[in-house]
């Protein structure tokens, strides 16, 4: 049996062994009644490939991890180093070289004030970190606060208590009841100054009213990644730093999509020059290998923990995987790879090309809303119900034109490998032209 499954190398049998044994994540799994599964034999660069010599281009870098694409040789040659001299050993009363290099330099390259790592593994766990920690810092201080703040369309990830700061209805609606306290205050309704002042003023409010409750406010600075790529302007993180400081609130900043480049800077709060209290990284932090995340964190935040064992402020959170050296050295490597291409520079000019292309289908009715925050470039498709699933549709035809797609609803985007190139970049855009054309002229049905 097991030797079947490796000996598996066509596309079909793999899919219908794989939904045979395979629950997917935020899947219907009906859909793949009619909805082919798509079987990756490997990955090279920008290119997934299936097992009948079929390629797309992956761009979402793979639900927004990949950095440097896929099978990067020397992302791929650190690890297989590490690999063969150490694979893990918990992080509690033990420590390795790639952990303590690793926090050194995050602590170098993120805001000031960011002096002190606390390490995790996947995204979600970190905002439970952040969150956990938040709270327990008044506690120490002697305050109950048990209420996080967050902006409305937010997403923070999906266990519990990063479901319940998040809001983005369909994932959150179901478990109501189950969730941890939570409000939401406007986030600005663009970039315009007017609406960043009108969103401001409505956070100004709910912290006069409630502020000595709330333990922190939460954000993805500069854009809601699952919140259809919503841009707002760095002015409202401005704001929110000076009045969350001025109330006592720790700010979260969840740069575990933004982080790594993604919004043209290293970090987004760089935009607003802004330091958070705590600072959520994870996806882009490994080049997309390897599961980890970190929380950044300050000394002040650090010493609210620091005591006798015996006097009950201890922070006991862990999992099993914590610090994993071989997602540090990946994680490294990444870093390395930032500094020796100039990354950040180079990808200024490949976003111009991008707003460039996308803006060609400005000439599209149904085309609304075109936007863009450094390597991150998205539209919308107006006109359809959320019933007619068109983001669908795209999906099915990128796949059948060789581009991996996956809109958010009806919001498209284009966020690749930033080793992407403009012959790429030109297959990606106009691949997807030609969905939302078909689409526009009643062409298209799956
Ligand atoms: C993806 C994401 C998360 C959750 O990370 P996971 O690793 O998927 O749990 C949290 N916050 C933001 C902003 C994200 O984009």
Known sequence: MHKDIIKTVSNNELSSTD???????????????TLPIIPISRG?????????????????????????????AYISSEIKKQLDTLEH?????????PAVELAHRLVDITPNGLDRVFYADNGSSAVEVALKMSYHYH??????????????????????????????????ETYKSM?????????????????????????????????????????????????AMHIYSPEYLKGARELTKAYGIHLIADEIMTGFGRTGTMFACEQADISPDMMTLSKGLTGGYLPLSV???????YNAFYCDYGDNKSFLHSHSYTGNPLACRAALATLDIFEKDNVINRNREKSEYILKSVKRLENLKIVSNIR???????FDIVGFQPSERIGLQVYRYGLDNGVLLRPLGNTIYFMPPYIIEKSEIDKM??????????????????
Not at 139 to 168: P, Q
Request: proline share 2%.
């Open 179 to 227: 969730l941890i306290k939570n409000i939401q205050t406007p986030v600005p309704k663009s970039r315009d100054s007017k609406d960043t002042t009108e969103a401001l003023n409505k956070l100004e409010k709910i912290l006069q009213e409630s502020g000595n409750q709330i333990s922190a406010m939460i954000v993805e600075p500069l854009v809601q990644g699952a919140g």
């Open 44 to 72: 090279e660069g920008v290119y997934l490939y299936d097992f009948e010599g079929n390629k797309y281009i992956d761009a979402i870098s793979s639900w927004w991890v990949n950095l440097f694409g896929h099978c990067n």
């Open 139 to 172: 506690l120490n201080r002697g305050e109950k606060r048990d209420i996080f703040l967050s902006l409305t369309n937010s997403y923070h990830g999906e266990t519990i208590g990063a479901l319940s700061v998040g809001a983005v209805e369909l994932y959150k």
């Open 19 to 33: 939904l045979e044994f395979i629950f997917h994540p935020c899947t219907q799994m009906k859909d793949h009644e």
């Open 89 to 97: 050993v918990l992080l509690a009363g033990f420590t390795h070289q």
């Open 372 to 378: 863009q925050c450094g390597m991150i470039t998205a």
């Open 295 to 301: 929380v950044m964190l300050t000394n002040d935040i």
């Open 429 to 446: 855009i106009d691949t997807a032209y030609e969905a939302v054309k078909r689409i526009e002229e009643g062409r298209i049905s799956y």
